[in-house]
């Protein structure tokens, strides 16, 4: 498996204004989406018990990880037919793809993130009353911990335990097989669904 050491990008605009805010600090979601986490949980913590916190932080956590898993799959993953189809995916995950070493793309920018966040704490609202603010507490972490991990697994060295097992996992994904692998912050619906790469199952097997 070949990996490139040389952080590459690319410009996507001809405006300044939506090159610049197309690029991000990786560290930006750690700066504001984990205070809102807290602030969401300790919302959560005045109406109901400790352990009712918890366990929707937790069931959070997993909406979040089945949908990474979903979106990344079904919609990271699409291949449209038309040319303005392949420009809009070419934007949203492609450039990923061709350029998975460029470490200013490497988390979903604002201007994105911000708006889907708004959308989900209503959607949540909506669907789970009271319960609302622990689970989508649970969902932000489970974002901020997608995003770390990924910028992680292409720019950092984890070379023991679980950190080398998720990175070798998600570089499988971007220099072995696309089709398989789709879980980033972690494996369990790749299980599920089907979608480990074979040489993970024959590796678990020879054990």
């Given at each position: 498996m070949?990996?490139?050491n040389k952080d590459e990008t690319i410009r996507l605009f001809e405006n300044p204004i939506l090159e610049y805010f197309s690029h991000i600090h990786?560290?930006?979601p750690l700066f504001i989406f984990l205070p809102a986490c807290g602030v969401m949980y300790y919302f959560g913590l005045q109406q109901l018990s400790v352990?009712?916190?918890?366990v929707t932080f937790v069931v959070g956590i997993l909406f979040w990880t089945?949908?990474?898993y979903v979106f990344h799959r079904f919609a990271f993953h699409y291949h449209p037919k038309s040319e303005t189809g392949k420009k809009i995916h070419?934007?949203?995950h492609g450039i990923h793809h061709d350029y998975p070493r460029d470490s200013t793309r490497l988390v979903m920018p604002l201007l994105v993130s911000l708006p889907l966040a708004v959308i989900f704490y209503f959607l949540f609202q909506w669907l789970f009353g009271v319960y609302h603010f622990n689970i989508f507490a649970g969902f932000i972490f489970g974002y901020v911990a997608y995003d770390s991990i990924h910028y992680a697994t292409h720019h950092m060295k984890m070379n023991n335990g679980i950190g080398k097992f998720l990175k070798?996992?998600?570089l499988r994904h971007h220099y072995n097989d696309d089709n398989t692998a789709y879980g980033v912050s972690n494996p369990l619906w790749d299980y599920i669904f089907r979608t480990v790469p074979?040489?993970?199952k024959d590796e678990k097997n020879n054990e």
């Open positions: 070949f990996v490139s990786p560290a930006t352990l009712t916190t918890i089945l949908f990474e070419f934007l949203v070798e996992y998600h074979p040489h993970i």
